[in-house]
């Protein structure tokens, strides 16, 4: 059996990162290919998902991995940049490089690019993706592949991949349903259902305010608030802050880590509005079709908000209840949304790229 490697934040319990392993997993098994994985928590990957996975830290490991592969996907999340860890750009482009040094072919998919501040950064991730190894520079947004002419990456090898996660399926409704049941205690059908998916960004504490926008969204419609930590444990325990410090603590719940990504998938699919500030939280809701509000702390949410035709309702430096409470009334009061055909060809061209990468494989 041949093999695809990716290469990416995988095994930290970031819900959004391991949809990919899923997803890419599942797809490539109906093809009859295996997957590999470079992950902090090999052990874990192989349980949940059934595929091989190697120590992302172990020199010895990471060489072992890329060696079984045929070909390298560096992909999921936003890998070159140095914003949020000057280590990061490091480790990623390490990986594309010793990949490189070993022979492999190389793929960078599904993933966003920069902000890269620093030259020499710049420099070094124009010279490495710029090699003939790396056969396609695929990335989901159109920031992203601006950036990535910005810093001079060969415009022949760029193209647009879209995010894996439009590929995955959600499970049974039933499955769903039960998930919501076993955690929303008390909920009675027709109890109007909004989603929340937020984290900590920098040294901003929004959690006042965000436990009086679900208090009110609770007082207004008698709705039931859902907490979506796509990042655990930090986004679990600001999640529970929140909570404690609602009055209306009882009409709340968080739904844990103890779901596949697209568990999580279909349990949001059941909300009739999904706030989020993580961006897989938003691509969750959108795949779903349900009414998506977006909160920016960084340009890849504003990015794929574009790409279906949103904006954010604010950003998160300057958190407004007002602007949250005016977009979530109206979809609550009745407004619709319709993002099925947009995700359908952010489908198609995820599934085109797939396609690529596995060409690389046969040829």
């Known amino acids: 059996m041949k093999n695809v490697l990716i290469s990416g934040y995988y095994g930290f319990n970031n819900t959004g990162d391991e949809a990919m392993i899923e997803t890419m997993s599942n797809i490539l098994a109906k093809r009859n290919y295996g997957l590999i994985v470079l ?12 595929v091989r996975a190697y120590d992302r830290y172990k020199l010895s490991e990471v060489i072992k991995a890329i060696k079984k592969a045929d070909v390298v996907v560096s992909g999921g999340g936003t890998l070159f940049q140095d914003i949020t860890s000057k280590k990061s750009i490091w480790y990623y482009l390490g990986i594309v490089k010793l ?24 420099r070094m991730t124009r010279n490495t993706l710029n090699k003939k190894s790396v056969k396609y520079v695929a990335l989901r947004d159109n920031s992203a592949i601006e950036f990535a002419k910005n810093i001079g990456i060969k415009e022949e090898k760029i193209s647009f991949s879209s995010d894996m996660i439009f590929m995955m399926d959600p499970p049974a409704k039933e499955r769903s349903l039960k998930i919501l049941r076993d955690n929303l205690h008390g909920y009675k059908e027709g109890q109007k259902l909004i989603g929340l998916s937020i984290r900590e960004w920098k040294d901003k504490d929004r959690t006042d305010l965000f436990a009086e926008f679900a208090d009110k969204l609770v007082e207004e419609y ?20 929140v909570m404690h410090k609602m009055k209306h603590e009882d009409a709340a719940a968080l739904i844990p ?15 009739d509005v999904n706030i989020g500030v993580r961006l897989h939280s938003l691509v969750f809701s959108a795949v779903m079709n349900v009414p998506t509000i977006g909160i920016s702390y960084d340009p890849k949410i504003d990015g794929f908000l574009e790409m279906i035709d949103m904006r954010p309702a604010c950003t998160y430096s300057e958190l407004s209840v007002e602007k949250l409470m005016e977009h979530t009334k109206k979809y609550i009061e009745g407004e619709k949304v319709d993002y099925s055909a947009k995700i359908k060809e952010f489908r198609r061209i995820g599934e085109e790229t797939l396609d690529k990468i596995i060409d690389e494989i046969e040829n």
């Open 257 to 271: 880590n103890r779901y596949l990504p697209s568990e999580v998938l279909g349990t949001m699919g059941l909300m």
């Open 222 to 241: 008698d709705a039931r608030i859902v907490f979506f930590p796509f990042h655990k444990p930090k986004d679990a325990e600001i999640s529970k802050i």
């Open 99 to 122: 990949a490189q040094l070993l022979g492999k072919k190389v793929c960078v998919a599904y993933q966003g690019m920069g902000p890269i501040d620093t030259k020499l950064y710049r």
């Open 39 to 50: 992950s902090s928590n090999p052990e874990r990957t192989k349980e949940l998902y059934n």
